[in-house]
Structure formats: structure tokens, C-alpha cells
T-cell receptor
């Protein structure tokens, strides 16, 4: 069966420090990978998605970047954190279907990283 | 217990009662819908999905109803249990764009013993 791992579970970082959150997926090949941010009491905001190694699409302009160095590894980074980067970050995967495919696949989420920027 | 209208932030039901959580979606071109359950401190967990060519789908103790005419989605939980207490939110996917899934803010379900 497929599993998704995110770490760390919680992180407290000072403003201006760098960030690296890691996500790995097991039990599947060539998944679509996603980074979402969830603000308290609000829906999930898509930050980045990737359909393959080295292929990253950004949904919102921001202080963050993403990379996919391996098929099942997705990394969220920042060179200098801002206070507004605080939040709950979620990694997710789905079956690779092609953007315009009629095949639908739900997203499967990791347990998230609670980031507090102080 | 039943929630009406757009997202109510909370829904409280008695253990053993049926729960109905509602969601209004925005885009008539959306063709795939998912319900997620999120417990405190955890990531969202997939519950059930439905495609736009269906109006009802049943799982274990859960039923999803889709009304495309009014762009409304509901999740029914039968015999609600304390372990069902969580935030529930719906997601919609735009047709022909598998990378564009939009999530609602969610409804917090509290089950009273």
C-alpha cells in the first residue's frame, strides 16, 4: 500500500532563517505531488504541484520554492522565512493521470508540518 | 443534526444520530468531488468521492449526494460516533484539469455522548 511521510511534524523558526520541509511517498511510482498550506479555519491553498522529477508548477507568488529531486521526494524550501509563512503545510500525492485526463484520482495527504515563524 | 446553507463552522450532533454536512461548490465545470475528514493535528483523510455523472454514492456509514442543478454536495454519516468528531471539508476538481482541486473551509462536527 502507498504511504506518505512528512517531516518534521512541528517546527519553530526565527524570521529570516531558511526552511526545508521534506515529503516522501512509498508504494507508488511517478505520482503527482503537491504542497498545500492550511491557515486556521480556512481551506487548503495549493502552493506547488509536480508531475515529474524536476517539474514544478507554482500556484501563488510567494517566498517559498519547491523541488523534486527524486521521483517520490518533494521538498518545500525558503531562503528567508517571513512571519506570514507560519501555517500548517501539507504534502499530498495522487495517481498520475495527465492534466487533461478523464481519470480522477483523489489526493492523499501526509500528516503535515506545523510551522511557526517567530 | 443537519447543517443548511453554505459552510456552517460547527455542527453538533448526539451520538447515534445521523449527521448531514453540506457544501456548495462554485464551478459548474467541476466534475469530481471528494469529502475529507481532518482530525486535530493530522492531515486530511479521504472519505469518499463522487463523479459528476452520479448523484449518489455510498460507503461504509457514509453517503455522498450531488445536486448539480444547485451545485450542492452533502455528506451523510449514519449513526454518528465520537470518533467521527473532526473537521469535514469538500473538494472539487475542475473538468479537464487534474491539477486544479479546490477545497472548502470545512465544517467542524462535534459528537456529544
Amino acid at each position: 500500500s502507498q504511504t506518505i511521510h512528512q517531516w518534521p511534524a512541528t517546527l519553530v523558526q526565527p524570521v529570516g532563517s531558511p526552511l526545508s520541509l521534506e515529503c516522501t511517498v512509498e508504494g507508488t511510482s511517478n505520482p503527482n505531488l503537491y504542497w498545500y498550506r492550511q491557515a486556521a479555519g480556512r481551506g487548503l491553498q495549493l502552493l506547488f504541484y509536480s508531475v515529474g522529477i524536476g517539474q514544478i508548477s507554482s500556484e501563488v507568488p510567494q517566498n517559498l520554492s519547491a523541488s523534486r529531486p527524486q521521483d517520490r521526494q518533494f521538498i518545500l524550501s525558503s531562503k528567508k522565512l517571513l512571519l506570514s509563512d507560519s501555517g500548517f503545510y501539507l504534502c499530498a500525492w495522487s495517481v498520475s493521470t495527465g492534466k487533461f485526463s478523464r481519470f480522477n484520482s483523489p489526493l492523499h495527504f501526509g500528516n503535515g508540518t506545523r510551522l511557526t515563524v517567530t | 443534526g443537519e447543517s443548511v446553507g453554505l459552510h456552517l463552522p460547527t455542527l453538533s450532533v448526539q451520538e447515534g444520530d445521523n449527521s448531514i454536512i453540506n457544501c456548495a461548490y462554485s464551478n459548474s465545470a467541476s466534475d469530481y468531488f471528494i469529502w475529507y475528514k481532518q482530525e486535530s493535528g493530522k492531515g486530511p483523510q479521504f472519505i469518499i468521492d463522487i463523479r459528476s455523472n452520479m448523484d449518489k454514492r455510498q460507503g461504509q456509514r457514509v453517503t455522498v449526494l450531488l445536486n448539480k442543478t444547485v451545485k450542492h454536495l452533502s455528506l451523510q454519516i449514519a449513526a454518528t460516533q465520537p470518533g467521527d468528531s473532526a473537521v469535514y471539508f469538500c473538494a472539487e476538481k475542475r473538468e479537464y484539469n487534474n491539477n486544479d482541486m479546490r477545497f472548502g473551509a470545512g465544517t467542524r462536527l462535534t459528537v456529544k455522548p
